[in-house]
């Protein structure tokens, strides 16, 4: 990057006539001291913003990076959903990594100081990881309502994951090249174009006032609301089937009279040891996962409600200055530019809240985060478990376990299946 003020040279004042007039020997020093003072330099209240943007920096570009590399290490996580998880990793890496650090200096020093071309490149890149984030979320919405409201209308496989994900980023590269067209670099004072790029702008440039009213508002619609509203009904299906009263295929007596095999044990004892029939093993297979898809849904409508919330602010705020014009002659200037930057804030700290989603509401991503911080820090376990296990290792590790509990897990399976055929018809 250029430096801010070019040395070497001195710069005058345009006077009426519109020649530079005479300035002093010092004014060239008093004008840099005046600009890192008033500036540069951060307030007290901007340290604490500062301090965010790191904390958000770190964890969202660690957080995610161990997703794709949990991914990436477990052929057994390499589900149609994690493929999509992967996905929405990436694009939060992109915008930490290039964006955060530009959108942390605009808001600091109130310029723009990465020149014409990255005028272009950045908003550009922020632009397409909200496509991104918010097709990979609505892919993900539409795969898990095939597969728990209409299970035989679409079988989703990860192959078709994988096209589906290259068909997000075109369609995204694609569609926000408008946003890089029209963004310009400029400075607010010319007569300190050739000296500074404090003072300096990257901001849309229009050719007609009706023009970003009608884009801005497509984009409001496109990229927020309607996708919103569509994943909202979706999950609500979801969850109607998943936590509703009729569950497919059982009675929602079973479902809610079920208890896990260690509740059984407690209540029962463990001296079972019939054979139950096949249509209750069926049952049982058939509440595992059913479970299983209650846990992955919950996750997910977790991360689709931080989503929303975190890029409401920033949404809104941007129709009431593009379309309705706000802002422009705000009289509390302070007021507003905290609204802006606490709002841009949250863009970025929504990319780091989805590795602590994924940590808390599910148990296999919880596990991988252990196995790798654990080779960090050695008093959190053993290290090394994140790499797929040998076949030698796995095996022996599954006769292990297999002979450790397979006592236990007969008879408990015994218990709940002996209890479930007491009520099947």
């Given at each position: ?14 006077n ?11 004014y060239e020093?008093?004008l ?5 003072r008033?500036?540069l ?13 790191v ?10 990076t161990l997703?794709c590399?949990a ?10 959903t994690?493929?999509?998880i ?19 200096l ?11 071309a990255?005028?272009?490149?950045i908003?550009?890149l922020?632009?397409?990881?909200v496509?991104?984030a918010?097709?990979?979320l ?8 095939y597969?728990i ?5 679409f079988?989703?496989?990860a ?6 994900i ?8 694609a569609v926000m090249?408008p ?7 400029s400075?607010?004072?010319p ?5 500074t790029?404090?003072?300096s ?5 229009w ?15 496109v990229?927020?609301?309607?996708p919103?509203?569509?994943m909202?009904m979706?999950y ?10 009729q ?5 929602s007596?079973l479902?809610?009279?079920?208890k ?5 044990l407690e209540?029962?004892?463990?001296g ?6 096949p249509?209750?093993?069926?049952f ?13 849904a919950?996750?997910l ?6 989503f929303a ?6 949404s ?7 379309v ?9 200037r302070e007021?507003?530019?905290?609204c802006?930057?606490?709002s ?7 990319s ?12 296999k991503f ?9 080779c960090?820090?050695p008093?959190?376990g ?6 797929t ?8 590790h599954?006769?292990l ?20 055929t007491?009520?099947?018809?």
């Open positions: 990057m250029e430096p801010l003020v070019t040395p070497g040279t001195q710069m005058g004042v345009p009426s006539s519109g020649e530079p007039s005479p300035v002093p020997a010092d020093d008093e840099l001291s005046y600009l890192w008033d500036y330099y951060p307030k007290q209240y901007e340290w604490v913003l500062i301090a965010a943007y904390a958000v920096f770190l964890v969202a570009l660690v957080g995610n997703v590399l991914v990436w290490r477990n052929h057994h996580m390499r589900t149609v994690n493929y999509f992967v996905n929405l990793s990436l694009a939060d890496v992109l915008v930490t990594a290039i964006c955060l650090p530009a959108s942390l605009v808001d600091i020093t109130e310029s723009w100081l990465f020149g014409h990255l005028c272009k490149v908003p550009y922020q632009a397409v990881s496509s991104v918010v097709l990979t609505s892919f993900i919405a539409l795969d898990r309502w597969a409201c209409h299970p035989l209308l079988k989703s496989t192959r078709r994951a994988r096209g589906s290259l068909g997000i980023w075109a369609v995204s590269l090249v946003q890089a067209a029209v963004m310009e670099y400075s607010v004072l007569e300190l174009a050739n000296r790029r404090l003072f702008v990257c901001d849309e440039r050719a007609d006032d009706l023009y970003p009213k009608i884009y801005h508002s497509c984009f409001f619609i990229t927020y609301l309607a919103l509203g569509l909202a979706a609500f299906q979801i969850f109607r089937k998943l936590w509703g009263r569950i497919p295929g059982t009675t007596a479902v809610r009279n079920w896990r095999p260690s509740d059984q209540d029962q004892g463990q079972l040891s019939a054979e139950p029939p249509r209750a093993r069926a049982l297979a058939e509440v595992k996962q059913m479970r299983a898809r209650r846990k992955t919950k996750m409508m977790v991360v689709l409600l931080v919330l975190c890029y409401l602010p920033i809104v705020l941007n129709v009431l200055k593009r309705f014009g706000m802002f422009h002659q705000a009289s509390d007021a507003v530019y905290a802006f930057t606490f841009h804030w949250l863009v970025y700290a929504n780091a809240a989805n590795p602590i989603i994924y940590n808390f509401l599910s148990g919880r596990e991988q985060f252990k196995a790798a911080f654990s960090c820090l008093g959190l053993p290290c090394g478990s994140m790499k296990p040998s076949p030698r290792s796995s095996a022996s599954k006769s376990s297999l002979q450790s509990r397979c006592s236990v897990s007969k008879v408990s399976e015994h218990v709940v299946l002996t209890s479930v007491t009520v099947l018809p």
